[in-house]
């Protein structure tokens, strides 16, 4: 099979390439940030459009360049095979059900420390302010920073309730969570992933860093394995420390659900075009 690039994949990687052009050159590196990544809903920064925009930004030339990378090499024989409209539609989806699944584990923590954090009885307007505090050092938030701003915003409030030790890690978990934002495009790409593994279960697949030849029946449940572990502990194997691993189990799952959907009823009789 010729390789070479589909439309789809094409444009594609066209719209992030000048996502990533415009993020690094217009307004200080800040204003694409600002505007089109993905924050948490209570977040001062979110807007909803960031739903969708936040799959066209990346966060690094590394990042771009490894997803667009993938993009090509499992998208093109994807699209291929089920056609531009089917190609998307994993795609999107992919990328909306790994928005999905990191914002599912992000409120699995956020709800209970929001029920701790009522029974300070702080205003919503406080409490909004306190876990919008940029407490970042370097590339970590950090304890002693929230506190320090947080005192002038107590005393401004007049809040004079005693914050125990239990309270203030909600606060500080509150602060974690809603701070943190999501870019790439790795979920819609792990969608795909997925779908080709499903099409090519005896295609041979390998990292670059572990250059060992693997199916892709089992490289692939290897890596949303390696990603729930990821998730769960902490400990990274080959993403970076700060990677939303969710969101690629998230997005793979996807993709197989709807490869497995269209599988069992047939794509010629669902085929798009």
């Not at 920064?45 to 960031?50: E, N, S």
């Not at 606060?171 to 779908?195: H, K």
Request: hydrophobic share 50%; net charge positive; aromatic share 16%.
């Amino acid at each position: 099979m010729r390789l070479g690039i589909t439309d789809a994949v094409k444009h594609l990687i066209i719209i992030n390439i000048v996502m990533f052009i415009g993020k690094i050159t217009l307004g200080g590196g800040q204003l694409f940030d600002t505007l089109f990544t993905m924050y948490f809903p209570t977040n001062n920064l979110f807007q909803p459009w960031q739903v969708l925009t936040h799959m066209f930004m990346h966060g690094s030339f590394t990042h771009i360049l490894f997803n667009m990378f993938a993009l090509w090499m499992f998208g093109t024989p994807v699209e291929q095979r089920l056609g531009t409209k089917k190609f998307l539609f994993i795609y999107f989806s992919a990328g909306f059900g790994a928005l999905l699944f990191q914002l599912g584990y992000y409120y699995y923590d956020f709800i209970p420390a929001m029920q701790t954090v009522s029974e300070l009885g702080m205003d919503k307007s406080l409490l909004n302010q306190i876990i919008n505090i940029d407490a970042l050092d370097g590339n970590y938030i950090r304890g002693e920073i929230l506190q320090q701003k947080m005192i002038p915003l107590l005393n401004e409030y007049n809040y004079t309730n005693n914050i125990g030790e239990q309270q203030f890690r909600a606060l500080f978990d509150l602060n974690v969570i809603n701070r943190s934002a999501m870019v790439g495009a790795s979920g819609c790409i792990m969608g795909i992933l997925a779908a080709f593994g499903m099409m090519n279960p005896n295609a041979k697949l390998m990292l670059i860093f572990l250059p060992i030849p693997i199916k892709a029946k089992y490289f692939i449940p290897g890596l949303i394995i390696l990603d729930v572990i990821s998730a769960f502990t902490g400990q990274s194997f080959f993403s970076p420390s700060n990677t939303a691993y969710m969101a690629h189990v998230g997005g793979a799952i996807i993709g197989f659900l709807i490869m497995w959907y269209w599988k069992k009823n047939s794509m010629d009789k669902y085929r798009w075009n």
